[in-house]
């Protein structure tokens, strides 16, 4: 089956760094997504990848490695609206999207 | 408006009601969804479209009806609400269906089925 294994809640602290990861399992693959949801609003993108390496974007980057089913998202000087959950999204062979549950991150001053 | 907008914010529902959800986009977008987000799990895919007059069934379609009828709105109905379809419903667009294009979200339906 398809799956998507992120971690639920990690905790960091204010201008520190953190990467959540995520590992996937699809039936072909075109490509992984990131989204950003805060607590009570929608997702909003944040990243694509489908090649092999890592995409900076300004604070956050994310990597891939399509070999081993793996991404990660790298959040750099934390601020603390960065407290929101990160949805890691894989998009499958007939371009349908697999959700990951998210994972929840809580920073502290 | 501006983006994609939902309709009612939130709704308490008696189980055997009917109940339709409204959503709207402004952005020219081919493609619509609409998924239900549940604590601990991804969005899950209810019904799609790729285009007006087109719909498709997603993930979890059973008990739920759409019609693409223009462009803009997509309407989701619960013929007979039941309390397992008490979620957060999202109702999201992109540019085109079927390839990697970034979808953009609505601020979400909170339903309670009672």
């Known amino acids: 089956g398809q799956n998507i294994d992120q971690p639920t809640e990690m905790t960091a602290t204010e201008g520190a760094i953190v990467q959540i990861n995520c590992t996937y399992q699809?039936?072909?693959?075109?490509?992984l997504f990131w989204y950003q949801q805060h607590a009570g609003e929608a997702p909003t993108f944040l990243s694509y990848?489908?090649l092999d390496g890592l995409e900076e974007k300004g604070r956050f980057s994310s990597f891939l490695s399509r070999s081993k089913g793996y991404s990660y998202l790298l959040l750099k000087e934390l601020q603390m609206k960065d407290s929101a959950s990160y949805l890691c999204?894989?998009?499958?062979?007939?371009?349908?999207?697999?959700w990951g549950a998210g994972t929840k991150l809580i920073i502290k001053p | 408006i501006a983006g994609i907008t939902q309709a009612p914010t939130s709704q308490i529902l008696a189980a055997g009601r009917r109940m339709t959800l409204r959503c709207t986009q402004d952005?020219?977008?081919?493609?619509m969804y609409w998924y239900r987000q549940d604590l601990g799990l991804g969005l899950r895919l209810i019904h799609y479209?790729?285009?007006?007059?087109?719909?498709g069934k997603g993930e979890v379609p059973d008990g739920y009806s759409v019609s693409r009828a223009n462009t803009d709105d997509f309407p989701l109905t619960l013929a007979s609400a039941v309390p397992s379809q008490t979620s957060v419903y999202f109702c999201?667009?992109?540019?085109?269906?079927?390839?990697?294009?970034?979808?953009?979200f609505g601020p979400g339906t909170r339903l309670t089925v009672l």
């Open positions: 952005m020219r977008h081919n493609a």
């Open positions: 479209s790729n285009t007006a007059g087109t719909t």
């Open positions: 999201a667009s992109s540019l085109a269906g079927g390839v990697n294009h970034e979808q953009f």
């Open positions: 699809t039936s072909g693959f075109n490509g």
């Open positions: 999204v894989a998009l499958d062979s007939n371009y349908q999207l697999i």
């Open positions: 990848n489908v």
